[in-house]
Structure formats: structure tokens, C-alpha cells
């Protein structure tokens, strides 16, 4: 389905840690369908031309992320987003929460506003997750939320990475799955390696996953597909410690943050290699320097895994506000990207 002429639509910028979120208002289609996963398809199929118009150049760019807000279909559920990157929609996303908490209730959309934080109940692809926004009766602040079941899927994975060798991954599920990896396998530093090199590294790693590692969850359709690739400095024992992350998700996209649903896996990982305790809290930076942090809130079982629930924390920030048109003789404008 093409574009609807004229197209004006309006959304609301904010940040969490520097990774841009555009919260689209208006100006799409309906979305049809029973499901939120329904709704997706949906626009995968119909709409995918206004995700291109809004992430892509020249009203976004290539690390660019936004979300829509649709009715959710869980009852216990006050909100459904959708996740829209340079690739296309995903499962879960953690800054997004973050901000989105707060601009839930700055724009006056949750009815019962309580200090010192307000709970938010949000409808993700991934499963439902709960925001806690903090508020002190003027202004909200910071936000944690507390995830879906996150599990370990595989140890120790080998994998023959092109340009770069063997290289011995982890695959865990925090709402996405995700290879988690420390740097200095491929010869890199997370800290002062260019932000360039360590987006081919794990690009490279993620591509051949995708083609090589066939993964699956217990639960929950929709999810089975690598998102992408985790870096770490490999300080995964030092609690007291400040660890770095580096996450490259959907086409070679960089996370700016530290990356909720990531922060999430590693926090798991961390637990389940008996490196973290239950609400021992561990503090994640991201590549603009800001942090999250994350501790297990408790064990759970997802189907025939142990999994946790973790708690991520962080703040978003409101950075504007924009109308986006496009002419209808304008080609390029319908989006296109330079990598
Ligand atoms: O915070 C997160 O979970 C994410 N940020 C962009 C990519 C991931 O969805």
C-alpha cells in the first residue's frame, strides 16, 4: 500500500542515554488487526513506507528508533508500542520504556498519577513489562522496568566469524535474543577501539548467527530471530565496577545507551554464571558515556528454562517536537540510507 497524500505526521523526540526515540502522534493509517503481533504484520506488510519515511534519511538516519502506540489486546495492559528501527520492528526495547514512562505521564495519558512513582503497564511484542515511573508530584524522572522472563539459550557458542576467526559467543534472551561477546576477542577495546570497527565486528558475528543458529522460544511468537550483537569489556565478576556495552542491533545499528533489553540479557547472564546475585544491582555504560542500572528481581521458569526477572533502570529526556510532510513528486524524501 503506497503512502496516503498529504502526509503530515507528528511526533514527540526524546532520548534515553543519547539513543534517539521518535514517538509517532499522528498522522499513519490505522493499523488493523486483533493482535499487537497482528498490528506489526500489518504495517510490515502495508505501512512499511512511513517507517522508512521516519527512521530513515533525511528525517532520521541510520541509528535512528521510534515507536507507535496502539491498543493493546492484554487486558492488564494500559499501552502497546511498536518498535520501528533502520530494519525494520522488534521485540522489545528498553530506552524506549524509559522514556516513553515518562512522556506517558507528562502527556497526561495515565489516569492514576502516584508519588513517589507511578506504574505503568506496557504492551511489548516480547510480552507485557512493567514501567515504574518516578514522579514527585511535579515532575517525572527517572524510570526502571521490570522485564519479561530472560533466559540463557546457549554457552559458549563457537562461531567462524569472516575476517575476524573463531570467535565463542552467548546467546541470551532479555525480550530479544542477542550474542554477547567481550571485545578483546576480536582484538578490540570497547573503550578506545573506533565506534566504526566495533559495528563491522559485531555486524560480521550477528549476519553469520542469523544464517548458522536457529533459535526459538518457549512461549512467545514472534520472537525467534537474533537482534544482534552484544560487546562488553568482558568485566563481568568486579559488581563494584562500572561495565561497558556496546550493542549493535537490527542493520549494523548502533545503541547509543547501554540498551535496556541488552542490559537485561547481561544482567541474566551475570546471574546465571554466578557472577550476580538476586537485587545485586550492577551499573552498564553505553557508547555516549551515560549509564543503566540492572539487578535480577527474582527466578522464574520460561518453559524449560530457569529464566529472571530484571530491572533496568535509566532516564529519558524530551528533545523536541517535529511535523514531517512529504512532497508527492519527492523520491528521495520517501527515505533511503547512507551507511
Ligand atoms: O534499549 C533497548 O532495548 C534497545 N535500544 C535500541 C535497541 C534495543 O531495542
Known amino acids: 500500500m503506497p503512502l496516503t497524500f498529504p502526509v503530515k505526521i507528528s511526533t514527540t523526540e526524546m532520548h534515553t542515554g543519547g539513543e534517539p526515540l521518535r514517538i509517532v502522534e ?17 504495517m510490515r506488510n502495508n505501512l512499511d513506507e512511513y517507517r522508512k519515511l521516519l527512521m530513515w534519511e533525511p528525517r532520521g538516519h541510520s541509528d535512528m528508533f521510534g515507536m507507535l502506540l496502539v491498543t493493546p489486546d492484554i487486558e492488564s495492559c494500559d499501552f502497546a508500542c511498536i518498535f520501528i528501527h533502520n530494519e525494520g520492528y522488534s521485540t522489545m526495547c528498553g530506552h524506549a520504556l524509559i522514556a516513553f514512562g515518562r512522556y506517558a505521564i507528562e502527556k497526561g495519558l495515565v489516569k492514576t498519577i502516584t508519588s513517589p512513582e507511578t506504574r505503568v503497564n506496557i504492551q511489548c511484542p516480547c510480552g507485557p513489562v512493567t514501567a515504574y515511573v518516578t514522579y514527585d508530584g511535579q515532575s517525572t524522572g527517572a524510570v526502571r522496568f521490570q522485564s519479561v522472563p530472560c533466559f540463557v539459550f546457549k554457552t559458549d557458542l563457537a562461531v567462524e566469524v569472516p575476517c575476524y576467526g573463531q570467535i565463542t559467543v552467548d546467546i541470551v534472551y532479555g525480550g530479544a535474543f542477542y550474542a554477547i561477546v567481550p571485545a578483546g576477542q576480536y582484538g578490540l577495546d570497547i573503550r578506545e577501539s573506533k565506534v566504526s570497527d566495533l559495528r563491522e565486528a559485531a555486524g560480521a558475528t550477528t549476519d553469520i548467527l542469523r544464517k548458522q543458529l536457529k533459535l526459538s522460544h518457549p512461549d512467545t511468537e514472534g520472537v525467534s530471530h537474533l537482534f544482534g550483537t552484544i560487546m562488553t569489556d568482558g568485566n563481568d565478576a568486579n559488581l563494584e565496577e562500572i561495565t561497558d556495552t556496546i550493542c549493535v542491533f537490527a542493520e549494523r545499528e548502533v545503541d547509543r545507551s547501554p540498551c535496556g533489553s541488552g542490559t537485561s540479557s547481561r544482567i541474566a547472564l551475570q546471574y546465571f554464571k554466578n557472577k550476580v546475585k538476586v537485587n545485586q544491582s550492577r551499573t552498564f555504560r553505553g557508547p555516549s558515556g551515560d549509564v543503566f542500572i540492572a539487578k535480577v528481581v527474582k527466578e522464574v521458569n520460561c518453559g524449560k528454562y530457569r529464566a529472571v526477572v530484571t530491572e533496568v533502570k535509566g532516564q529519558g529526556y524530551f528533545c523536541g517536537n517535529s511535523t514531517f510532510t512529504l512532497e508527492e513528486n519527492d523520491v528521495t524524501g520517501r527515505g533511503f540510507l547512507l551507511q
Open 26 to 42: 499522528s498522522g499513519l493509517p490505522e493499523l488493523q488487526g486483533a493482535t499487537l503481533l497482528d498490528k506489526i504484520n500489518y
